[in-house]
């Protein structure tokens, strides 16, 4: 590990003005590539205390050895640069995006004499029209053998086609007149380049013209009796729209747009673009990419568009291109699509209307292949022993922590607190373990007392269960305060299976930092268990916090290890949320009648039923409320009691209007008040 003050630039030595720099290591590797307006500015920012950067720049910086720099004229030219060093070098800290798959893209060769249809993968040619790229090469398949019908155009390979020209016989296509055959003559090489370069105009959009120009030709053959071939022409235009219709219209006025969206999260990023030409989605893809350096979404946009029109020139780059955030600059970036489209090229985030909800659909795919390349991550046997072996390296722990147990608190403002443990077993979760708990002994919010309380009655139940199963001969019961957990103990003795919390983990992770470990620490320590590891991930900087450890351990950003360690803090998180959220539902919904001992949900809706609201039902005497079917008048009595000891709320006032809001039947609140409509929506807007 390299000090940075070791191969510092001299004051001055760098110069105040745009360009490229390299970071190199002590091999001679080029280790990350940037670009800046001032480079003396930028490279400034590195050469700081290591404590003020972020993890990730502390990294980089320290296996580096040395940094050199280029000049250029321009901040264009520097984004340039950039990305042809980036593809020279393959920087290990850069953002590099990889495509989760070799997308199929539909080709015209029209570099050759016979121009051919085909599906293309991998680096594009020189010469080659391009459409797409595609979700699946059938679909490509599919269109093609639609459009044949219209646009015979060749579609076989060199062998294929130098063989029927040898023998004088076509293929199948060229007898069922999908092919023009122009191996054996019947159009001339003038005639078929026509044939693709209608065959590319269609594809590229120019639909509208060729359509009415085969409606008029059957038209025409109709007028002249010549039905035969009115009628074919018939079927060729059904065939163009059954084409078309493979992709709807999602943009009005024949809007030629690429839409990206970006999903991220701290360790990575997937970014799903939406080619979108003659207002139809004509292609899409995907890519995702690990984030080890510190940086923006904006940022990543930018990467994004230099892998994606960094090699291309003309038409392929669109008119517009729609962003969920701009680089910071956006000025060179946009004057660097310019050049590669030879015209204006509009940068921009959509704001309303059709592309902004087209864009909302490009960010739920991007979710989507996040959560499915973090779920084919984790489902690797490989990736999954690499992690646990590395968080035992980490944390000096003796053997892989095999079943790892996570906690997490939550609350809204101090109210319904609740924890959550979530269990992963090699490196897996597993459901069935997860428990849930009510934090019970005391009121208010402290994050930290609760990890506490949560730690000892999970690991009191353990020691329990081990006296139960005769592993202690014998001693007081650990149990003995009643303290456990919130869904109380739900599996028999005799069936075999294990009573919750029977199995200890190798290793407690708690979501938070010194306060939160050193809690769960003292707990274990309570309990006179110390062969368990604890250790906490801070959210921040994910970090990894030990106990009675000044200092975080800090795991590579590319660390399969780290990367489990985050999948189990955020399923604690989300398991502890979901539960909150039920619990503050009920609330909401509580009523005074909950607490009549014995009366149930059906006797308590016939009674909303009967009396048509609460506020009707809470002025019935004893007798009234005996004329509902299922309820005695010792029922009744009680009923009343509970209804004169809890205090009408204030009336709900619509804040818009200043109106008095009635009351819906059935519907109330905490402490009996009525719910009106909507304000459960509000209270969730609120809360997130």
Avoid at 196 to 210: I, L
Avoid at 227 to 240: G, K, P, V
Wanted: hydrophobic residues 35%; contains cysteine.
């Amino acid at each position: 590990m390299a000090d940075p003050s070791s191969y510092r630039p001299r004051p001055g030595q760098i110069p105040d003005s745009p360009g490229v720099y390299r970071f190199r290591d002590e091999h001679r590797r080029v280790i990350y590539v940037g670009k800046a307006k001032s480079l003396r500015q930028r490279l400034a920012n590195y050469f700081q205390d290591l404590a003020n950067l972020h993890p990730r720049t502390r990294t980089m910086v320290t296996t580096a050895a040395s940094v050199e720099w280029t000049v250029v004229s321009t901040e264009v030219e520097a984004l340039q640069l950039e990305y042809s060093w980036i593809k020279e070098f393959d920087p290990r800290f850069n953002v590099k995006y990889r495509d989760d798959k070799s997308y199929p893209y539909l080709a015209v060769t029209m570099n050759e004499e016979y121009p051919r249809v085909q599906v293309m993968r991998g680096h594009k040619k020189k010469g080659v029209r391009y459409f797409g790229p595609y979700a699946h090469a059938w679909a490509i398949r599919d269109t093609v053998d639609l459009l044949l019908r219209v646009f015979p155009v060749r579609t076989c390979s060199a062998g294929v086609f130098k063989n029927a020209a040898r023998t004088g016989r076509p293929c199948l296509l060229g007898y069922i007149g999908k092919c023009s055959a122009p191996c054996v003559g019947r159009v001339s090489a003038e005639e078929h380049r026509e044939l693709a370069e209608e065959f590319s105009d269609f594809m590229a959009g120019r639909t509208g013209t060729y359509l009415r120009r085969l409606e008029q030709r059957m038209r025409e053959a109709a007028e002249e009796m010549e039905y035969e071939r009115a009628a074919r022409l018939r079927d060729d235009i059904e065939a163009l729209k059954k084409a078309m219709e493979k992709n709807a219209v999602v943009l009005a006025d024949a809007t030629d747009a690429d839409l990206i969206a970006v999903a991220e999260d701290e360790l990575e990023a997937a970014v799903q673009i939406f080619h979108v030409r003659g207002g139809r989605v004509r292609g899409q893809r995907g890519w995702v990419t690990d984030k080890v350096e510190e940086i923006t979404t904006g940022a990543l946009v930018e990467h994004a568009l230099q892998q994606l029109y960094g090699e291309e020139s003309g038409d392929a780059v669109p008119k517009e291109v729609l962003v969920p955030a701009l680089p910071d600059p956006v000025e060179p970036v946009q004057e660097w699509l310019a050049g590669r489209r030879g015209s204006g090229v509009s940068l921009r985030i959509p704001q309303r209307g059709d592309k902004r909800a087209l864009m909302e659909t490009v960010e739920r795919n991007a979710q989507q292949a996040l959560v499915l390349h973090k779920t084919k991550r984790a489902s690797d046997l490989t990736t999954r022993s690499r992690a646990l072996e590395e968080i035992a390296e980490a944390l000096d722990l003796d053997s892989a922590p095999l079943r790892i147990e996570c906690y997490d608190i939550s609350h809204l403002q101090g109210d319904d607190v609740v924890a959550s443990m979530v269990v992963f077993e090699d490196g897996l979760q597993r459901k069935s373990e997860y428990r849930r708990f009510q934090i019970k002994g005391f009121e208010g919010q402290d994050d930290v007392r609760s990890m506490h309380e949560v730690i000892s009655r999970r690991f009191r139940r353990y020691l329990a269960e081990k006296e139960r199963t005769g592993e202690w001969a014998d001693g007081e019961n650990p149990d003995a305060d009643g303290s456990g957990d919130s869904t109380g103990n739900g599996l028999t003795e005799d069936d075999g299976r294990p009573r919750k919390f029977a199995y200890p983990p190798q290793l407690v992770v708690v979501d938070g930092g010194q306060p939160q470990v050193a809690a769960a620490k003292k707990a274990l320590d309570e309990l006179g268990i110390d062969d368990i590891a604890v250790c906490g991930l801070a959210k921040r900087l994910e970090e990894v916090w030990l106990p009675d450890q000044d200092d975080p351990v800090v795991l590579p950003r590319t660390s399969e290890g780290l990367y489990l360690l985050q999948r189990v803090r955020d399923e604690a998180h989300r398991f502890a949320i979901t539960y909150q959220r039920t619990k503050r539902a009920k609330r909401f919904r509580a009523s005074p009648l909950d607490d009549v001992p014995g009366l149930g949900d059906t006797r308590k809706q016939a009674l909303l039923k009967h009396f048509g609201s609460l506020k009707k039902l809470r002025s019935a005497t004893i007798d009234q409320i005996c004329e509902v079917p299922g309820i005695g008048r010792k029922t009744a009595e009680t009923i009343a009691v509970a209804l004169a000891q809890a205090a009408p709320a204030a009336p709900a006032v619509n804040t818009a209007t200043g109106e008095i809001m009635e009351e819906e039947p059935g519907t109330t609140g905490s402490g009996g008040e009525p719910v009106t409509t909507g304000a459960p929506d509000q209270r969730r807007g609120q809360e997130t």
